[in-house]
């Protein structure tokens, strides 16, 4: 077992932490709070600033403009951007693009790939994953799917509803899942024009957390027509693709939340060390400093847990139940954190003189998104009283 984190992997490491802490850190004081949301014009010159940088979508190999790290590298490297909410986004490495560039470079034709693809590499366009229906379609139970595709000659007819589409709002083109001819064994993923006859976003939902870049929507598609050739892989693939896009995605989404984490704790500890009550520094009572050990011991716990699960995925190996333990983890331990950091931060922590009560609310979705950590405790548990997974 080896701990040491590569010499170029630390070196870049430390590059892009200082980056963050001087060149978009300072940027949220542009944030808007309710929408959650940066004004498009300073997103786009941070962007030019990263990309001069050379920090540009991090997690791709160099042959399509990314730094070539591999998957532990990534982990390292997005818990240092998840350190901002706006991060991820001017770096070009945000949800749901990070795992749709992942999905496309996988399965895309080379007409696709040059349709959707390079641009989205570049920066020049948003997409949108559409997978989750309201009820009673699909959520955590895949087999609810109600969208389906009837083929018809060299093309699908497509019906159905979608919501909590992240980034749907100005995306130009969205991956949707759909049963093909009402077959849930044919599931399959279909590149969609947003501008396509039939589609409308209903609605960006209003919602506690962040809305982001073209917030989380609520799509209806009705008779769109989407041709043969705007297929992604192959019909009937739809479901073993959305397990090659999910498993590593909510592995970068424990990266990201472990770098919020880490930065509420650190917010934390900078008010407890200027903070007095009783005649004492806050950081200065044991209490305080029991609570800093709980939340930074389970910090390292969870990231420990993500890096595990992704050497398990860049070695081969089945990481289905690392991967289930590290998005219930780390979901928890960013909640548990947050919360801590505003207990210590009193009034000064609930109020917007600091970013905690926007982590707050961004936080709370991570227990939701990606499967609910009900659902991975079930998988969990299930895997070891079957005994295919053991320790």
């Given at each position: 077992?080896?701990?040491?984190?590569?010499?170029?992997?630390?070196?870049?490491?430390?590059?892009?932490?200082?980056?963050?802490?001087?060149?978009?850190?300072?940027?949220?004081?542009?944030?808007d709070?309710?929408?959650?949301r940066?004004?498009?014009?300073?997103?786009q010159?941070?962007?030019?600033?990263?990309?001069?940088?050379?920090?540009?979508?991090?997690?791709?190999?160099?042959?399509?403009?990314?730094?070539?790290?591999?998957?532990?590298?990534?982990?390292?490297?997005?818990?240092?951007?998840?350190?901002?909410?706006?991060?991820?986004?001017?770096?070009?490495?945000?949800?749901?693009?990070?795992?749709?560039?992942?999905?496309?470079?996988?399965?895309?034709?080379?007409?696709q790939?040059?349709?959707?693809?390079?641009?989205?590499?570049?920066?020049?366009?948003?997409?949108?994953?559409?997978?989750?229906?309201?009820?009673?379609?699909?959520?955590?139970?895949?087999?609810?799917?109600?969208?389906?595709?009837?083929?018809?000659?060299?093309?699908?007819?497509?019906?159905?509803?979608?919501?909590?589409?992240?980034?749907?709002n100005?995306?130009?083109?969205?991956?949707?899942?759909?049963?093909?001819?009402?077959s849930?064994?044919?599931?399959?993923?279909?590149?969609?024009?947003?501008?396509?006859?039939?589609?409308?976003?209903?609605?960006?939902?209003?919602?506690?957390?962040?809305?982001?870049?073209?917030?989380?929507?609520?799509?209806?598609?009705?008779?769109?027509?989407v041709?043969?050739?705007?297929?992604?892989g192959?019909?009937?693939?739809?479901?073993?693709?959305?397990?090659?896009?999910?498993?590593?995605?909510?592995?970068?989404?424990?990266?990201r939340?472990?770098?919020?984490?880490?930065?509420?704790?650190?917010?934390?500890?900078?008010?407890?060390?200027?903070?007095?009550?009783?005649?004492?520094?806050?950081?200065?009572?044991?209490?305080?400093?029991?609570?800093?050990?709980?939340?930074?011991?389970?910090i390292?716990?969870?990231?420990?847990l993500?890096?595990?699960?992704?050497?398990?995925?860049?070695?081969?190996?089945?990481?289905?139940?690392?991967?289930?333990?590290?998005?219930?983890?780390?979901?928890?331990?960013?909640?548990n954190?947050?919360?801590?950091?505003?207990?210590?931060?009193?009034g000064?922590?609930?109020?917007?003189?600091?970013?905690?009560?926007?982590?707050?609310?961004?936080?709370?979705?991570?227990?939701?998104?990606d499967?609910?950590?009900?659902?991975?405790?079930?998988?969990?548990?299930?895997n070891?009283?079957s005994?295919?997974w053991?320790?």
């Amino acid at each position: 077992m080896d701990f040491e984190i590569p010499q170029e992997v630390e070196s870049l490491r430390k590059k892009i932490q200082s980056f963050i802490a001087e060149e978009i850190i300072p940027l949220e004081k542009h944030y808007d709070y309710e929408k959650g949301r940066m004004p498009e014009d300073i997103n786009q010159q941070a962007r030019a600033k990263v990309k001069a940088a050379g920090f540009w979508t991090p997690h791709l190999p160099k042959s399509e403009g990314g730094l070539g790290l591999d998957l532990i590298g990534t982990c390292i490297i997005f818990s240092e951007l998840g350190r901002s909410p706006i991060a991820p986004y001017i770096f070009n490495c945000d949800a749901p693009d990070e795992g749709n560039m992942h999905l496309l470079s996988l399965a895309a034709s080379e007409k696709q790939k040059e349709l959707i693809l390079h641009p989205l590499i570049k920066g020049e366009l948003r997409t949108g994953f559409a997978m989750t229906e309201p009820s009673p379609g699909a959520g955590s139970d895949p087999t609810s799917l109600q969208t389906n595709a009837e083929k018809q000659g060299d093309k699908y007819i497509l019906n159905g509803r979608k919501w909590y589409c992240t980034g749907a709002n100005g995306a130009k083109y969205l991956i949707v899942m759909a049963k093909v001819n009402g077959s849930f064994r044919k599931t399959t993923m279909f590149l969609v024009p947003t501008n396509a006859k039939g589609y409308t976003m209903v609605r960006e939902i209003e919602l506690m957390g962040s809305h982001g870049p073209g917030g989380h929507c609520e799509l209806n598609f009705e008779n769109v027509e989407v041709p043969e050739d705007m297929v992604l892989g192959r019909v009937g693939e739809g479901f073993r693709l959305s397990q090659e896009r999910l498993g590593p995605a909510r592995l970068t989404h424990c990266m990201r939340w472990t770098g919020m984490a880490r930065r509420a704790l650190s917010i934390a500890r900078s008010y407890a060390k200027e903070r007095e009550v009783f005649s004492a520094r806050i950081a200065d009572h044991q209490g305080i400093q029991w609570m800093f050990a709980e939340r930074a011991t389970e910090i390292e716990m969870a990231f420990l847990l993500t890096l595990k699960a992704a050497w398990l995925l860049k070695t081969g190996k089945d990481a289905r139940q690392e991967t289930s333990m590290a998005k219930w983890k780390v979901s928890e331990s960013l909640c548990n954190t947050i919360d801590m950091a505003i207990q210590i931060c009193g009034g000064k922590g609930y109020s917007r003189d600091l970013p905690l009560e926007l982590f707050y609310r961004d936080a709370r979705a991570a227990r939701i998104a990606d499967g609910p950590s009900e659902v991975h405790k079930m998988v969990i548990g299930r895997n070891y009283v079957s005994e295919k997974w053991d320790f």
